[in-house]
């Protein structure tokens, strides 16, 4: 367990870092639109959100209390 927890860690760390280089390098507004335009950018997108819906599933029959469900779903997206 402690190997997934480091590589949990890790990921997160990861993806910190590449978001913030995202957001401070390349504005979304322009590079967002050449996604967009990008077939595999728009399957990309899609994959994306079909794994929230998902994963927000998960959390709603898993969750006992209706109202941790629902932050919790919030915070996904």
């Known amino acids: 367990m402690k190997i997934a927890k480091a590589i949990a860690w890790l990921g997160l760390l990861a993806m910190v870092a590449v978001l913030l280089n995202g957001f401070i390098i390349g504005p979304f507004s ?5 996604l967009l335009a ?9 994959d994306l959100y079909v794994g929230f819906i998902i994963f927000s599933m998960w959390i709603a029959l898993r969750e006992k209390n209706t109202f941790l469900a629902i932050i919790w779903i919030i915070l996904i997206k």
Do not use: Y
Request: proline share 7%; hydrophobic share 45%.
């Open 30 to 34: 322009r590079d967002g639109a050449e």
């Open 38 to 46: 990008n077939p595999w950018g728009i399957v990309s997108v899609v």
